[in-house]
């Protein structure tokens, strides 16, 4: 069935779609999906906190797993078996975006239990009230020195209209002066706490135009997405006009058994309305 995105002449008022992209490989968790947290299959949860975003109208679980199928609709959600081929998440959300009447689509990552409803609705909200942005992001401050030279905590750098310039997995922007005067980049920040300020972790949540969503996923790896194993470059090299804002919480992406734990831990102690898990009914 066709359909979605609610078409508003006021941008504050533009539906968008949700889509979950789900594998159920994982080298690291295998069938990281299905794995329990608070009771629901990890993806049930990040369906629901999508669903609870006032500014989506759909959400939809994009697997190539019959077994994600089956647990998502069980638990009152909608899911679209896809190729298995894709090589990454981008392409598995186009090919159901592909099938949409939707202006604005949504990638909220499968592995983000907590991610805040209110985050969604701000990045939404963003692209459709900026019509020469393509594309829409989040970002959250860094507190600890040790993510900033953390590789696996992409860094995002933006101008001061919001827009991103680049993503990296290096520290970035670098503080030449502070780092020359306390011999690296960890005594800078330790001894000026703060630079920590200057720094960003990115977020993984994306919010597209379709029609730029549908272009970027036929355009080939540039060289820098390759260098740097981010995607996002790619759409920077095309000339697309990203927006950035603050999420508005924390959220935690669940890649390793450790992260499974905390984010276990987090509920269990806190219930969800500290970590704002809004479950829907049959849910």
């Known amino acids: 069935m066709e ?58 679980v994009a697997t190539d797993d019959q077994r994600i199928v089956l647990a998502v609709e069980a638990a009152g959600f909608e899911a679209m078996m896809t190729k298995r081929e894709h090589a990454s998440g981008t392409d598995r959300l186009a090919e159901v975006a592909a099938k ?74 670098w503080p030449r002066d502070a780092v020359r005067q306390h011999g690296s980049l960890e005594n800078a920040l330790i001894n000026e706490p703060s630079l920590l300020a200057t720094f960003r972790k990115h977020t993984g949540l994306y919010v597209y135009r379709r029609e730029v969503l549908l272009n970027f996923s036929k355009w080939p790896q540039t060289a820098l997405e390759r260098q740097e194993s981010l995607e996002q470059l790619r759409a920077l090299e095309h000339g697309i006009e990203i927006l950035a804002i603050e999420a508005s919480s924390p959220s935690i992406g669940v890649d390793t058994q450790q992260d499974l734990e905390r984010v276990r831990q987090m509920v269990s102690s806190s219930g969800s309305a500290t970590t704002k898990v809004q479950v829907l009914s049959g849910a």
Request: aromatic share 4%; hydrophobic share 40%; proline share 9%.
């Open 3 to 60: 359909l979605t995105g609610t078409h508003s002449s006021d941008p504050n008022q533009t539906k968008a779609v949700a889509i979950i992209p789900a594998r159920y490989e994982s080298s690291r968790l295998p069938g990281k999906a299905l794995l329990e947290i608070g009771g629901q299959p990890m993806i049930c949860r990040v369906a629901a906190q999508a669903s609870a975003a006032k500014n989506v109208s759909r959400v939809i």
């Open 100 to 173: 949409l009447d939707a202006q604005i689509i949504v990638n909220v990552q499968g592995d983000e239990p907590l991610i805040s409803p209110e985050t969604i609705e701000r990045a939404i909200t963003l692209l459709a009230t900026h019509p020469s942005a393509g594309m829409a992001t989040t970002w959250e401050p860094i507190a600890e020195p040790a993510d900033v030279l953390n590789p696996d905590l992409v860094k995002i750098v933006e101008d001061d209209g919001g827009r991103a310039i680049y993503f990296s997995r290096a520290p970035v922007p």
